[in-house]
């Protein structure tokens, strides 16, 4: 009889001190984005804890929000709820979240599950606003110049190609809608619309309407060959800028090689398609094709 409680006593010791290092490991485990629950893994039902969150009167528990607020607008949302779900299935945090864009709606998502928002009749992904043959501007959308991030960053740029001892200059920079209109068209007429579509916009799907984009120097593919052209392929993404229409991805852009074209992103989201040799359609997983 002493045996057996000596046996049941060591049992319960032994018991006693896996449960509390059990607990001390819960405790000392750091909660991963989207485990709402605590239980050491990101599932449906941290989606559903989420979604409820989102939509019941009552207020989330204290403390909730590190985890619960995948996308970083500050707040738990059915958008949190689904990049959750997409967690819990295997999918990379850094594939389905992205910038939101205030008052914008969501339209749908990329091929690389980027959410599209529509604001006003403006597309945004990962808050870049997107033009291109499947994406268009209204008719209406006119800064009137270059938005000044991007005047500003060419400036910088162009001061620093000075220091080196090459020459950039805008040849080409803001166009309202009517100014491309009467650019596609004059092209058509000389070239047909066929051959005009490979290297001009048609009216609202010009990326100079923006104001976010600019032509430099000469408009010509030796450009690219020349001391100036080198240098900003190798250094524009510093500064905000890509090459727009990369050598080699027509058939993804939609336009012939412009080493002359650059649009603006600003430094970071440029600094990661410049890394990733990647064109934009690439990187975000659209389209650009005329309906």
């Avoid at 012939?256 to 064109?279: F, M, N, Q």
Wanted: glycine share 10%; hydrophobic share 35%.
């Amino acid at each position: 009889m002493k045996m057996w409680k000596k046996i049941l006593s060591v049992f319960i010791c032994i018991s006693l001190f896996s449960w509390i290092f059990s607990l001390c490991g819960v405790f000392a485990a750091e909660v991963q984005p989207g485990d709402v629950n605590s239980d050491g893994k990101v599932s449906s039902e941290d989606a559903r804890l989420i979604l409820h969150y989102c939509v019941s009167i009552k207020k989330a528990p204290e403390g909730i929000l590190p985890f619960a607020d995948l996308d970083g607008d500050g707040k738990i949302g059915a958008e949190d709820a689904r990049i959750t779900l997409r967690l819990s299935i295997g999918l990379p945090k850094e594939r389905v979240s992205s910038r939101s864009v205030p008052g914008g709606k969501i339209i749908g998502y990329t091929a690389k599950n980027y959410p599209i928002y529509s604001v006003d009749g403006l597309i945004y992904i990962d808050g870049i606003l997107i033009v291109n043959k499947t994406y268009s501007l209204p008719e209406n959308y006119n800064p009137g110049d270059l938005l000044p991030d991007c005047s500003n960053a060419f400036r910088r740029m162009q001061n620093d190609a000075t220091q080196n001892g090459l020459s950039i200059y805008i040849s080409s920079g803001y166009r309202s809608y009517a100014s491309q209109k009467s650019i596609y068209n004059r092209y058509v007429s000389r070239d047909g619309k066929y051959l005009a579509d490979t290297y001009s916009a048609r009216p609202g799907h010009s990326e100079h309407q923006t104001g976010l984009s600019i032509d430099l120097n000469t408009i010509t593919r030796s450009f690219g060959n020349t001391a100036a052209g080198k240098w900003v392929a190798a250094h524009c993404h510093e500064y905000g800028f890509i090459i727009r229409y990369p050598e080699g991805k027509s058939h993804i852009t939609g336009y012939c090689y412009e080493p002359w074209h650059l649009r603006y992103v600003g430094i970071d989201t440029a600094s990661k398609i410049a890394a990733s040799g990647l064109c934009l359609e690439e990187y975000y997983g659209i389209t650009s094709t005329y309906s």
